[in-house]
């Protein structure tokens, strides 16, 4: 029997582990089963003439928020030409609602219910007694399952049990690698959360399972070695059990060979032992941690179940973030119950003054089966019928306080995550708005009104775009927000930048002046820059130089900051870990310092 298992995934880096499951489960006793993945961008007729032309006895997809649409059009037109063909959906997006995507999508064979493993495994030897007996699959007796009997009325199936033991799992990174190359893997070491987030599908299971460690040690050491570069952990908690945490943390740390891993953590109960354990032995680079804060309001967390210490996860976040070795993500979500915007606001500023090198704005989802959308009525929620079931307001957050907060999570992206101006974000967040979230969002405002968030934008735009805004807001100090931006510009990229963006570009006589300068300081320059300001043709080949009103070597070094005329010589190329090589030279042609 041939059988096919797909998934649209949301982009082509990513990878279905819930599929690589199902068939290393099933394959023993089905060998001919193919794992097929598409991305949601991918044109419907070309999928649909792709899976008909592997002739496949059974097709199953895996459904989640992010392809459900795109899937249901698939799988109506693939019924249309192969009519005969049994059509099995799984996942977290039908699982909560079969009844709905049953009666409403009536090319659906079956929908299985939670964790798919042994399930899939004896429907599949249902329709393969049906192929062998001409008889229709006996689709009662698999547990799990919502399915159609002879007279089309949507049925259930008894309940399906959660695997106990999740070692009887076979690995579904045995063998099959290459097909993971130059994407995210997904990995596994547990299953279930412990918490009860009322936004969140997690809180739905109860419990929490766990491979073994030989089991998660073997297969990690499987994927390092075959060169994947980022394993993305998706337990829902990693920290829940010290002990087992650590262990993987130091076998990742004793074997990593430079492959990334994500974890998604609890920063507050992070315990103090292996937080220093982590800070003291984590390689630069090589883990990166997901903290949910969602939100700072006390109120809020009550309403949604959601049990966290603000403040110590501000002393994990800091002290991982002193370490300097481990990047961290940290997420909110607008739009929680009762969070107006201002609460928001609040929530917003408490987070940023962590500043995590990545925070992310998400807005609340009423995912199918949780606790929020059963209890929508309670604060006044209307979302999207659709997925992805976004919230359009409630009691507290008006549909237009949200497009607010999304022009605020606009420039954030574009400005902060993307680390693109770190100083000149930080003069301005600390010495210019009264608080970072005032400044995206007064910068967003401005961002929209112009009409840029309809057109594309170049690297310069981003600076050229900043300063039309803080011109417009008459900030004081503007020359020198604009040298830090000429700073920010030059140190960040790796090859000499053709096009400058400000005016006061320096003129040929100027920067021969300057090239004699710093040629005298050769004695405190790296010894790449050194070398190559020997020669005037070396120099001009791999040096740009701008004008700034300040010190910014000395106010780097030291904090303090002395104004003046002052040139800022950036060397090219960059040097791993150690960026761009920069002097600055005082414009009355002696030397600063
Ligand atoms: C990886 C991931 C992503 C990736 C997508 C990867 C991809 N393939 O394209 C990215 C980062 C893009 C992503 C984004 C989002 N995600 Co996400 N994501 C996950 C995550 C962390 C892991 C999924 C996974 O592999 N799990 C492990 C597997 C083994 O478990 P499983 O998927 O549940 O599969 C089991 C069963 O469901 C079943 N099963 C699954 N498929 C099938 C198919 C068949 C045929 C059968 C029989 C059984 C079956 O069997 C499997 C094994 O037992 C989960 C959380 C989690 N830890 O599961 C959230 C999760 C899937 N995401 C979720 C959400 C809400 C989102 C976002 C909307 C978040 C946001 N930004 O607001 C976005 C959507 C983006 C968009 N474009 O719309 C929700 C799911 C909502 C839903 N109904 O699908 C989850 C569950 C998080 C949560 N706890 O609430 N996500
Ligand atoms: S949000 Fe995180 S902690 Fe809360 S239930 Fe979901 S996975 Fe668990």
Request: glycine share 6%; net charge negative; aromatic share 12%.
């Amino acid at each position: 029997m041939k059988i096919v298992l797909s998934t649209l995934n949301a982009k082509f880096i990513h990878s279905s582990l819930a599929l690589r499951y199902l068939r290393s489960y099933a394959r023993p006793s089905f060998p001919q089963i193919e794992l097929v993945e598409y991305t949601i961008n991918d044109v419907t007729m070309n999928l649909v003439a792709d899976l008909y032309k592997r002739e496949p006895d059974v097709v199953a997809f895996s459904c989640y928020i992010w392809n459900i649409r795109e899937t249901l059009d698939v799988v109506r037109n693939l019924k249309k030409v192969r009519p005969d063909l049994p059509i099995i959906l799984g996942g977290p997006e039908v699982t909560y609602d079969a009844d709905h995507w049953m009666k409403k999508h009536p090319e659906i064979d079956v929908i299985v219910i939670g964790e798919g493993e042994q399930t899939i495994l004896e429907l599949l030897q249902a329709y393969q007694k049906a192929k062998e007996t001409g008889q229709p699959p006996a689709l009662r007796d698999v547990n799990g399952i919502a399915y159609r009997d002879e007279e089309g009325i949507v049925r259930f199936s008894m309940p399906r049990a959660q695997i106990e033991d999740l070692d009887s799992i076979p690995s579904p990174y045995e063998d099959d690698l290459d097909e993971l190359n130059n994407r995210v893997v997904y990995f596994e070491a547990s299953r279930g959360c412990p918490f009860k987030c009322q936004y969140c599908l997690s809180s739905i299971e109860d419990g929490v399972r766990y491979f073994s460690l030989e089991r998660v040690k073997a297969d990690l050491l499987r994927l390092i070695n075959h060169g994947v570069k980022t394993i993305k952990f998706v337990d829902r908690t990693f920290n829940i059990n010290k002990k087992y945490a650590l262990e993987i943390f130091q076998f990742l740390i004793d074997n990593h060979r430079g492959t990334v891993f994500q974890f998604e953590i609890t920063a507050d109960i992070l315990r103090a032992d292996v937080l220093d354990f982590l800070t003291e032995n984590a390689p630069p680079g090589i883990f990166r941690f997901e903290i949910g804060v969602q939100s700072t309001n006390d109120e809020t967390n009550r309403l949604v179940q959601r049990i966290q210490r603000f403040d110590r996860l501000s002393r994990t976040v800091t002290q991982i973030k002193e370490s300097g070795k481990i990047d961290q993500h940290l997420d909110l979500i607008a739009g929680l119950p009762e969070e107006d915007y201002h609460s928001f606001r609040k929530t917003f500023n408490d987070v940023f003054a962590l500043r995590p090198e990545e925070l992310q704005l998400g807005f609340l989802k009423m995912l199918r089966g949780t606790g929020v959308r059963a209890r929508a009525a309670d604060h006044g929620y209307v979302y999207m019928d659709e997925a992805p079931y976004e919230i359009l307001g409630n009691n507290v957050l008006s549909f237009a306080d949200m497009q607010k907060i999304k022009r605020v999570e606009d420039v954030l992206e574009k400005y902060w995550n993307d680390h693109r101006m770190d100083y000149t974000l930080e003069w301005l967040l600390t010495h210019v708005f009264e608080t970072p979230f005032d400044f995206f969002q007064s910068f967003g405002d401005y961002w929209e009104n112009q009409g840029w968030s309809r057109i594309g934008h170049q690297l310069e735009d981003l600076f050229t775009r900043l300063l039309s805004f803080l011109e417009f807001s008459g900030v004081e100090g503007l020359e020198h927000i604009l040298s830090l931006m000429k700073f920010d510009y030059l140190r960040n990229q790796k090859h000499r930048p053709r096009k400058l963006w400000w005016d006061d570009v320096l003129e040929k006589q100027e920067m021969q002046q300057v090239y004699g300068l710093v040629q005298q300081q050769a004695g405190r320059l790296r010894h790449d820059f050194a070398e190559h300001a020997a020669t005037q043709k070396d120099y001009f080949k791999h040096t740009l130089s701008a004008k700034v009103s300040f010190d910014i070597e000395k106010w780097i070094k030291t904090g303090e900051r002395i104004e003046g005329s002052y040139i800022l010589v950036l060397y090219y190329p960059y040097k791993d870990e150690q960026g761009n090589a920069f002097v600055v030279v005082e414009q009355d042609m002696s030397v600063a310092h």
